[in-house]
């Protein structure tokens, strides 16, 4: 069984925002028709998680040793361009659609 203390966990969260991240960015997308915005969104909306995790669960200063490290780097990138082929790829459709 699960306990309550691990959804608290940084991988477990990272886990649930991720997905949400990137459907927003792919929404925005849909709605501005700009693929920019939407990966610009997904990568505020990881940032703005991290900043509100790691200031509020842990001590001061605690984030700026997590941001500046490769693991975060790689994610923060490689979500983003998933979201920038996701985009890319339903904006694609959605043009061969309207022909």
């Given at each position: 069984m699960?306990?309550?203390?691990?959804?608290?966990?940084?991988?477990?969260?990272?886990?649930?925002?991720?997905?949400?991240?990137?459907?927003?960015?792919?929404?925005?997308?849909?709605?501005?028709?700009?693929i920019l915005v939407g990966v610009l969104v997904q990568l505020a909306i990881n940032m703005l998680f991290d900043l509100w995790f790691w200031g509020y669960f842990y001590e001061e200063g605690m984030?700026?040793?997590?941001?500046?490290?490769f693991d975060t780097l790689f994610m923060y990138v490689c979500f983003s361009g998933l979201t920038w082929i996701l985009s890319v790829g339903l904006?694609?459709?959605r043009v061969k659609k309207m022909e």
């Open positions: 699960v306990s309550y203390s691990t959804l608290f966990h940084p991988i477990a969260l990272t886990l649930l925002v991720v997905p949400i991240s990137i459907g927003m960015g792919l929404l925005i997308n849909w709605k501005t028709n700009k984030y700026s040793e997590q941001i500046f490290t904006r694609k459709k």
